[in-house]
């Protein structure tokens, strides 16, 4: 049976892209079926920026006519490259090329530039000039005025070179309004164009154009990467271009550059059957580049090659260039996936296996190798290039250094060995006795280089390494129990084996840590964060020595010369704030060895401290039914004792408020004392105001009979002639030896007729 559906039954979904604006176009039917159209945005919907880096904006155009295919004597019938040669009557556009003056542009973000697929020109009226653009990356460094350091590949940062490359534009129609726009941009009233990426996102208009129909262009010479061979004369042959002394390696690709790119047309490279073969040679003719994948000569590793480079000019004029190349007896060169390697553990140590860079299994390299430790060469480099200027001394690798290495047999025994046959890996241990300084979480690259028994380098091996340790923060492990919601509460004590002395009222800071701190960091107070009053955690405390104070050294305490609103109120404006204490080292050190960090936050550990008296962050409490004495009671009064009255410190810790010690003074005289070494003195006051009593309170000494039993003092209170029962206030203040009152109001009831 047929039931009607509540889904619609759509049309196709297609999409097309428009080849002038590379923009794709959706049609999806909507709920109702009809076909709708949806632009898709390009890359350059999100491009925020285009700039010019440096001062240079303009582009020296050319045109030249297109003489035909002239082929000299190069023996050519036909071109071959990968561009198609212009038919009659075309003309050859272009722009020369200015390495000191490029027109040089940042688009923002980075990385986005990457995926624009067409950059053009056009002015104010939307006309857009029918060149087309080019853009070299560029990811190196640039000075404040725009100028270019050195060149290499892109790392997403967003800066382009913008070119012009030699291109045909035939047909009267075409030539004549290029070259009616060109005219009019370098005419004494110019037309500024703007770049445009993609279509969308234009810069200022703020670009001109110099214009000539004879430019001096001619094309002299090529280079094969300037470290194999530069400046080879064009149209030379390949006897004169013997590279014997520049050998190639396998594995590594090379590029054809020429100098003056404005000047060619196009290229390409041909070799013989033979030698694509036996060498694995592979090209590019878009890119110029070529690589070589094998070198079958296990017994000499040597060999020849000829690459014949045919180049036709912008006029059309073709050249023929021959170069011989030499294999080198340099192997592949490995580069292995990077390894990280905490310091910090116990035998720190890497490795990579022989395997990994595949020359264990190549009878060249074992027939060729010498594994001898004194013959392999280690280095440390900064860049992955292992540039010689960014080589790392020499002085933290190698026998018996900071990083210890060697060949070793395999993971059962791990024993060194010269012997390529039972060679399976190289191991390097991290021995923190030995002197040496290196960088924290930066990449280096170990380069390992093998030899042949002559003495040549047979392949190189580059280990990308980083190495870690735990940064200084993570070194201070403070005491949780002193912790209370990210502070250390720190409380100065004396214990009856002290001295007296101001250094009393101070803290040792290794005190509050899990015997995890580092000893010699440099130990200051903040001066920056106002904690009260304006004042800041050095102005609030200090050290108990000055100059420069190690961690294990540090004593703090508050300064005294800072009250709270007046000279003689007993608390320091520091007196329970929290302080903020730094401490700083530039390097995780272990034994002999010296890793620097590279960031300020590894290198910097804050913590906050309160410093406080237990007494004066304690209580006293009336114990029991509390005080409680009969009125009228003139010719004994009332004694106040420990069972009544008690003291509490901050960690409820019981003490009595009452003397209890015995102590004479120099004349034999009974005098009040405290046994807690903390407590200074206790006082009992009534208010001034109070009529309930007769008298002052007074204080009582401890006392101790034949028998060396000590009964505690006491305080004795008097109460007048009251009619009823009532309740008022005495305050008890108890003094600590750090001079800090406690004051607390407790309730003294006076009872009538009972």
Same mark, same amino acid.
Request: glycine fraction near 6%; hydrophobic fraction near 35%.
């Given at each position: ?198 279509n969308v996102f234009r810069s200022a208009y703020n670009i001109d154009f110099t214009f000539t129909d004879k430019p001096s262009l001619k094309l002299e010479t090529l280079s094969v990467e300037e470290d194999i061979k530069d400046n080879i004369s064009i149209g030379t042959d390949a006897i004169t271009n013997n590279l014997t002394k520049d050998p190639i390696k396998v594995g590594t690709t090379y590029t054809v550059t020429f100098d003056d790119p404005s000047a060619v047309y196009d290229s390409y490279f041909t070799f013989k059957d033979r030698d694509i073969s036996t060498y694995g040679i592979t090209w590019d003719n878009e890119s110029k580049t070529f690589s070589i994948s094998k070198n079958p000569d296990v017994g000499s590793l040597a060999g020849e090659f000829v690459m014949t480079v045919y180049t036709i000019d912008i006029t059309g004029q073709v050249q023929k260039t021959e170069i011989t190349f030499h294999l080198s007896a340099e192997m592949d060169n490995n580069v292995l996936a990077a390894q990280t390697v905490d310091v910090s553990k116990t035998n720190p140590g890497f490795q990579y296996n022989l395997s990994d860079v595949a020359v264990t299994g190549t009878d060249a390299w074992k027939q060729n190798v010498d594994l001898t430790d004194t013959k392999i060469e280690y280095h440390l480099y900064k860049d992955k290039d292992c540039s010689e200027d960014e080589k790392v001394a020499d002085d933290v690798i190698g026998k018996g250094k900071l990083i210890d290495p060697k060949v070793a047999t395999n993971a059962a025994t791990n024993n060194e060995t010269d012997d390529s046959d ?16 290196? %960088?924290?979480?930066? #990449?280096? !690259?170990?380069?390992?280089? &093998? ?6 380098? /047979? @392949? +190189? ?44 009222? %101070?803290?040792?800071? #290794?005190? !509050?840590?899990?015997?995890? &701190? ?6 200051? /107070? @903040? +001066? ?65 060895? +010296? ?160």
């Amino acid at each position: 049976e047929a039931v009607k559906s509540d889904y619609k039954a759509l049309g196709a979904t297609y999409a097309v892209k428009d080849a002038n604006t590379g923009v794709w176009t959706l049609h999806v039917p909507d709920a109702d079926g009809t076909m709708q159209s949806i632009d898709l945005p390009t890359a350059a919907a999100k491009i925020t920026g285009l700039t010019f880096v440096n001062n240079n904006r303009t582009f020296n155009v050319y045109k030249v006519t297109w003489e035909g295919f002239k082929v000299g004597s190069t023996g050519l019938t036909a071109w071959a490259g990968p561009k198609t040669l212009p038919s009659s009557g075309s003309y050859i556009y272009g722009a020369t090329t200015d390495d000191e003056k490029p027109v040089f542009v940042q688009v923002s973000p980075g990385d986005v530039a990457k995926d624009i697929e067409k950059y053009t020109l056009t002015n104010s009226k939307n006309e857009t000039l029918g060149l087309a653009l080019t853009a070299e990356p560029y990811n190196d460094l640039v000075t404040p005025t725009g100028e270019k350091k050195t060149k290499a590949a892109t790392n997403g940062n967003g800066l382009y070179d913008i070119t012009i490359a030699p291109q045909v534009v035939s047909g009267a129609t075409n030539i004549s309004a290029l070259d009616d726009l060109l005219t009019k941009a370098t005419s004494d009233d110019k037309i500024g164009y703007a770049l445009v990426a993609d279509n969308v996102f234009r810069s200022a208009y703020n670009i001109d154009f110099t214009f000539t129909d004879k430019p001096s262009l001619k094309l002299e010479t090529l280079s094969v990467e300037e470290d194999i061979k530069d400046n080879i004369s064009i149209g030379t042959d390949a006897i004169t271009n013997n590279l014997t002394k520049d050998p190639i390696k396998v594995g590594t690709t090379y590029t054809v550059t020429f100098d003056d790119p404005s000047a060619v047309y196009d290229s390409y490279f041909t070799f013989k059957d033979r030698d694509i073969s036996t060498y694995g040679i592979t090209w590019d003719n878009e890119s110029k580049t070529f690589s070589i994948s094998k070198n079958p000569d296990v017994g000499s590793l040597a060999g020849e090659f000829v690459m014949t480079v045919y180049t036709i000019d912008i006029t059309g004029q073709v050249q023929k260039t021959e170069i011989t190349f030499h294999l080198s007896a340099e192997m592949d060169n490995n580069v292995l996936a990077a390894q990280t390697v905490d310091v910090s553990k116990t035998n720190p140590g890497f490795q990579y296996n022989l395997s990994d860079v595949a020359v264990t299994g190549t009878d060249a390299w074992k027939q060729n190798v010498d594994l001898t430790d004194t013959k392999i060469e280690y280095h440390l480099y900064k860049d992955k290039d292992c540039s010689e200027d960014e080589k790392v001394a020499d002085d933290v690798i190698g026998k018996g250094k900071l990083i210890d290495p060697k060949v070793a047999t395999n993971a059962a025994t791990n024993n060194e060995t010269d012997d390529s046959d039972k060679a399976t890996r190289v191991i390097f241990t991290i021995n923190p006795a030995k002197v040496g300084t290196l %960088s924290l979480n930066t #990449t280096y !690259y170990l380069k390992t280089t &093998f030899k042949t028994k002559g003495g040549e380098v /047979l @392949n +190189t091996v580059i280990l990308p390494v980083m190495f870690t340790a735990p940064a200084l923060g993570d070194l201070f492990v403070p005491k949780s129990g002193f912790v209370v919601d990210g502070v250390i509460n720190a409380y100065f004590y004396k214990t009856k084996d002290d001295e007296d002395g101001a250094d009393k009222k %101070s803290v040792d800071l #290794t005190k !509050y840590f899990e015997n995890s &701190f580092v000893a010699d960091a440099k130990t200051e /107070l @903040n +001066t920056s964060t106002n904690i009260v009053s304006n004042k800041n955690s050095s102005d609030l405390a200090k050290f108990t020595s000055t100059g420069s104070i190690q961690f294990k050294d540090a004593k703090l305490l508050l300064n005294s010369d800072i009250k709270k609103d007046k000279p003689n109120i007993q608390y320091e404006l520091g007196y329970g704030e929290a302080l903020i204490v730094k401490v700083s080292k530039g390097a995780y050190v272990k034994d002999n060895s +010296t890793w620097t960090y590279t960031k300020d936050a590894e290198k910097v550990y804050t913590f906050k401290i309160r410093l406080m008296s237990p007494i004066m962050e304690g209580s006293i409490k009336t114990v029991g039914d509390g005080i409680n004495i009969k009125s009228n009671d003139l010719q004994n009064g009332a004694n106040i004792t420990d069972k009544m009255i008690k003291g509490y410190d901050f960690a409820n810790n019981e003490y009595n408020v009452v003397p209890d010690q015995v102590k004479l003074d120099e004349k034999g005289n009974n005098v009040v004392a405290w046994a807690d070494p903390q407590i200074a003195r206790a006082e009992m006051t009534r208010k001034v105001s109070d009529t309930y009593f007769t008298k002052d309170p007074e204080i009582k000494p401890a006392t101790k009979d034949s028998k060396d039993v000590i009964t505690n003092g006491y305080f004795l209170l008097t109460a007048g002639q009251l009619v009823n029962t009532t309740e008022t206030t005495v305050t008890v203040t108890v003094t600590d030896i750090w001079g800090y009152k406690k004051p607390n109001e407790v309730k003294v009831k006076i009872t009538v007729g009972e």
